[in-house]
């Protein structure tokens, strides 16, 4: 069965809701991110509403911690599943931005001009106007007045994935580049329980990145075994398949990606900033690191069928707080995407992996 | 498809540094709570597979960290068997075998006596229980991989239960870093690993919680020696005459970041993760290489040629220096 790339995220939306509603703590997702409408009505010059916010989440050891979030409009309807700024290249994008946190903040985009540095009041808002860049994946997050590089921002979750398509779309990296079957953008974040603390109980100042050593970590908001049914982190694929996966690193640690079963290819690069990365032939790695602020763009080619891992290298990042979910002991969380075959997910089987 | 007893042995001159197991077949243990000592003297509990064949003791047969370094021939039927009497595996990482052989607990199963039936997850077809396993693979492109034990990994591959795989190109030929690509005169590699040793010591501490999830490692080793031993180490200390070529093969086990450097020494970086390179990376004085990265780097030794390289470990951030290890490159 062949879907469409609006089939496909339509219905991985919906069944990710499901899975919250139903879920519990299962679903629970440490940071909400919006999501805007990628090919379901395909909105050419993208207005949205992003809302910076406070929230206490609930992880999946039962521990509460308060954290940073970007949201649109749409976003509390659409549940905790993150969502992806999906734009195509050219176009005129407006976002408004309403400030809910108790101190000012801006919006950066890394790689793109969004105009000099206005500060939001808290409870103000601002509309920021850019044109999307060049094909590729990019970040948006928060900074603040102690906190300019907006490090403390980004480790408090206020971040949030932009993918730029090339114009007129389609399944293809950049215009005359690499094509591909189907697509997944991975957002990778981590959380200090410290950090969350002093931040919200004394402001963004409140805590020296020096002595940011996390110990809960996410993709699209998510840790296992959430990751294992969420439509969007369980790359669900068919033999022969060219994947698309973005990693897109919107935390403050590198995170070394190993996938097992395959190479990739890595298709391009940004770094922190934003910059393209120079690489003049695409490069086959098993393990692909993603420093802070960075992206990689690569093509997961599916030569062999199987359940595989895929997952950090910075081997404490796998578990919640150091514990593994099952079997190991503590029954917590586990950054880890399933790469399989498209039919064992249409079957609803997830039995196999538990 | 030639069986591992059939395998040519490899070919052409030895370039090696180091003692190797295989070619083809492997065949290892477990050992737990070893005490390895530091070069200040410190002691940092330790696990590891050894070769039960042989030395019983991992790398270059002479220590236990690395465990044992593995070499096969690109193409060929590989079989490595693991007996334990506690629940381990082992992943060949970046050999890109299929899940039964996968070493992940949750999908590939265990190795692991009977009594532990039930208790460490996925118990069917493809978990052993009670008597060794045998992985077996056929071994893909020729190149640097790695293999660790995947049950809690946090713990397990921290400790020791590590090594690195050696695929050599088709023709078995040793010196030549793929069919087609570049030779070599000389051979070494450099396993790149850390310990932190405010992490639980104790024997009771062999499950991660939360005195494990943060990591800032305070001893920096190549080829399990650390300090003053990696300056002396006859598999870390690299020594060549002038014009002969050198394969320096990195591999990075430890969880953090570092940076490479050859004290000024330029060199080619022709691979990694088993796949080669193109040119755009010729000509480097340093190479960052994250957790679960390999580099292959060739050079040629200047003539009178000495220099201390460097390797250099970052925090997970990438932003403070943790520490290094040192040792010379000399010319003969």
């Known amino acids: 069965m062949t879907r469409s790339s609006s089939d496909s995220k339509g219905r991985r939306a919906s069944i990710s809701r499901r899975a919250l509603l139903g879920g519990g703590l299962a679903g629970a997702a440490a940071f909400a991110t919006p999501r805007l409408f990628r090919g379901v009505t395909a909105p050419r010059g993208v207005t949205s509403t992003l809302v910076a916010e406070a929230v206490t989440k609930t992880l999946i050891d039962g521990v509460e911690v308060d954290v940073w979030q970007l949201r649109d409009s749409a976003g509390a309807a659409l549940g905790a599943v993150p969502s992806i700024l999906a734009l195509e290249e050219g176009e005129s994008v407006t976002l408004e931005v ?121 993709v699209n908001g998510l840790s296992v075994p959430a990751t294992r049914t969420d439509r969007d982190t369980r790359l669900s694929n068919r033999l022969g398949d060219d994947v698309a996966v973005r990693l897109i690193n919107g935390g403050q640690i590198t995170y070394p990606m190993h996938f097992h079963g395959y190479h990739v290819d890595v298709i391009q ?51 919640a707080n150091g514990t593994y979910v099952n079997p190991y002991g503590g029954g917590v969380v586990m950054m880890m995407t399933e790469i399989l075959l498209d039919d064992d997910f249409e079957t609803g089987d997830t039995t196999r992996w538990s | 498809m030639t069986k591992p007893s059939d395998s040519p042995p490899l070919r052409g001159t030895d370039p090696r540094s180091f003692v190797s197991v295989g070619p083809n077949v492997a065949s290892l243990g477990v050992v737990m709570n070893q005490n390895t000592q530091m070069a200040d003297g410190q002691f940092i509990r330790t696990w590891y597979f050894p070769d039960t064949v042989g030395s019983n003791l991992g790398f270059n047969a002479d220590r236990i960290l690395p465990s044992p370094l593995i070499e096969c021939v690109q193409g060929q039927n590989v079989q490595v068997t693991l007996a334990s009497p506690m629940p381990h595996t082992i992943h060949f990482h970046g050999l890109d075998v299929d899940q039964a052989n996968d070493g992940v607990g949750n999908t590939s199963g265990f190795v692991a006596p009977l009594t532990w039936n039930g ?214």
């Open chain 1, 98 to 218: 309403s400030n809910q946190l108790p101190e000012p903040i801006d919006l950066m985009i890394p790689g793109v001009s969004t105009g000099p540095t206005t500060w939001i009041a808290a409870g103000a808002s601002r509309q920021i106007t850019f044109t999307a860049p060049t094909a590729g994946s990019y970040l948006a997050h928060g900074i603040t007045q102690p906190d300019p590089d907006g490090e403390v921002a980004r480790a408090m979750g206020l971040a949030t994935p932009i993918v730029v398509h090339p114009a007129g779309g389609g399944k293809i990296f950049y215009t005359g580049g690499p094509t591909y079957d189907r697509d997944y953008t991975l957002f990778l974040q981590e959380l200090d329980d410290r950090l969350n603390a002093a931040v919200a109980t004394s402001g963004s100042g409140a805590y020296s990145m020096a002595s940011y050593e996390p110990n809960y970590f996410f």
């Open chain 1, 269 to 319: 690069r940004r770094a922190e900033g934003g910059t393209m990365l120079p690489e003049t032939t695409v490069v086959e790695k098993d393990t692909v690191a993603i420093d802070l602020g960075a992206s990689a763009d690569v093509r997961l080619p599916i030569h062999q069928a199987g359940m595989f891992p895929m997952h950090t290298h910075y081997v404490p990042g796998v578990t």
């Open chain 2, 119 to 332: 208790s460490f997850g996925r118990v069917d077809g493809y978990t052993n229980l009670g008597s060794p396993f045998t992985y077996n693979f056929v071994a893909p492109h020729a190149g640097t991989y790695m293999y660790h034990c995947h049950v809690d990994t946090v713990i397990h591959l921290e400790r020791g239960m590590f090594g690195t795989v050696i695929v050599r190109p088709s023709s078995g030929q040793q010196g030549l870093a793929w069919d087609g690509g570049p030779t070599f005169d000389r051979e070494f590699v450099w396993q790149l690993s850390t310990f932190d040793s405010t992490w639980p010591q104790g024997g009771g501490a062999t499950i991660s919680g939360p005195s494990t999830v943060r990591y800032r490692p305070d001893y920096f080793l190549i080829n399990g020696v650390d300090g003053a031993n990696a300056q002396t180490d006859s598999t870390v200390a690299i020594s060549a005459a002038p014009g002969e070529t050198v394969l320096l093969r990195l591999v990075q086990f430890s969880y953090v970041p570092a940076i490479v450097d050859l004290g000024g020494l330029t060199f080619d970086v022709i691979a990694s993760d088993g796949r080669p390179l193109a040119g755009s990376m010729a000509n480097q004085t340093q190479v960052a290489i994250a957790a679960g990265e390999r580099y292959d780097l060739l050079f040629t030794m200047p003539s009178g040629w000495s220099s201390t390289a460097t390797v250099t470990t970052r925090d997970i951030r990438g932003r403070t220096t943790l520490g290094s290890a040192s040792t010379p490159i000399t010319a003969t």
